[in-house]
Nanobody, 119 residues
């Protein structure tokens, strides 16, 4: 069974930083792509950043220059470094893992970690 667990969410002041982590636990599942999404109250879930095994990161325009996504080499773990946080970054952040299972690509979601940016 595959489990996706996020951690690192917290209350932080505007301009502050947080580092989120995602651990994908599975005996045979190897993560190909790890993505971070977020959902604020009353809004749709949106893609924040993603990175594949090849290490090419992609970012939503609203976090470029502030957030950095990374993967631990050879491990099913990843991180989202968030700097210069703004109140509009407040949301539940979800880790989304994609990878092969036989001939198919499957995906798994974590339960989310709350990020609140407020003074």
């Amino acid at each position: 069974q595959v489990q996706v667990v996020e951690s690192g969410g917290d209350l932080v002041q505007p301009g502050g930083s947080l580092r989120l982590s995602c651990v994908v636990s599975a005996s045979r599942f190897r993560v190909y792509a790890m993505n971070w999404h977020r959902q604020a109250p009353g809004k749709q879930r949106e893609l924040v950043a993603g990175i594949t095994t090849h290490g090419y990161p992609e970012y939503a325009d609203f976090v470029k220059g502030r957030f950095a996504i990374s993967r631990d080499s050879g491990e099913n773990t990843g991180h989202l470094q968030m700097n210069d946080l703004k109140p509009e970054d407040s949301a539940v952040y979800y880790c989304h893992a994609e990878g092969p299972s036989g001939d198919e690509m499957v995906d798994y979601w974590g339960q989310g970690t709350q990020v609140t940016v407020s003074s």
